[in-house]
């Protein structure tokens, strides 16, 4: 007698038994191709050690090996002797540390040296010099705008910064557009002075 479930040799519990596990295996690789494709495409990791970087700083290429972790403040302050922004909350509230990168203030203290990689970075040093000073640092020295000086270059970089967008602002607007920056000797008065004083000469 010819078992009806038996065809050449496969029985019905034996086929569906080889098709589940074939439809599983068949499953299993759709999931795993793109973790393999995404590993492929994963950049190579850089550090725990120094790596050479490239920073654009005040027009100039200055090549400097850091670590990772390094942020762009110390790598300017610690590598590259550009004292001009200050390292005094190390938390991002103060902005003693503000720097212009693409033309937007950053707190330096905040951004890895290379996250800056490939960008325009301007510092203090980059704006004007004792004899060439920028509107802004005229109007610092005419309104007495520090005191200590500590907080005062990352306020005139917060300042060019802020005048580049608001050209003609109202004291409330440059209140609102510096509040980001803290003066511990509360030469706040003159800070304002200064800012529209630089507005009127034609901005930064």
């Given at each position: 007698m010819t078992d009806n479930n038996v065809t050449s040799g496969v029985s019905r519990r034996g086929f569906l038994k080889g098709l589940g596990v074939g439809t599983v295996a068949t499953?299993?690789?759709p999931s795993v191709a793109?973790?393999?494709e995404a590993a492929e495409q994963r950049p190579a990791l850089r550090g725990p050690g120094e790596i050479p970087i490239t920073l654009k700083i005040n027009g100039q290429n200055r090549q400097l090996n850091v670590e990772p972790r390094v942020t762009l403040l110390d790598a300017l302050r610690n590598r590259l002797d550009l004292t001009g922004a200050k390292k005094v909350c190390d938390r991002g509230t103060c902005g003693a540390c503000t720097v212009m990168v693409d033309g937007q203030p950053v707190y330096s203290?905040?951004?890895l040296a290379v996250?800056?990689?490939?960008?325009m970075i301007t510092t203090v040093e980059g704006l004007g010099?004792?004899?060439q000073m920028t509107a802004v640092q005229k109007a610092f020295v005419k309104h007495d705008a520090q005191q200590c000086g500590f907080c005062t270059p990352g306020f005139v970089m917060a300042c060019t910064a802020f005048l580049s967008s608001h050209p003609n602002p109202t004291l409330e607007e440059a209140r609102a557009?510096?509040?980001g920056n803290l003066c511990r000797c509360g030469t706040y008065a003159g800070i304002m002075e200064a800012v529209l004083e630089a507005?009127?000469?034609g901005g930064a």
């Open positions: 499953g299993l690789i793109p973790e393999t203290c905040s951004m996250e800056a990689e490939g960008r010099t004792p004899t557009g510096l509040g507005a009127k000469k």
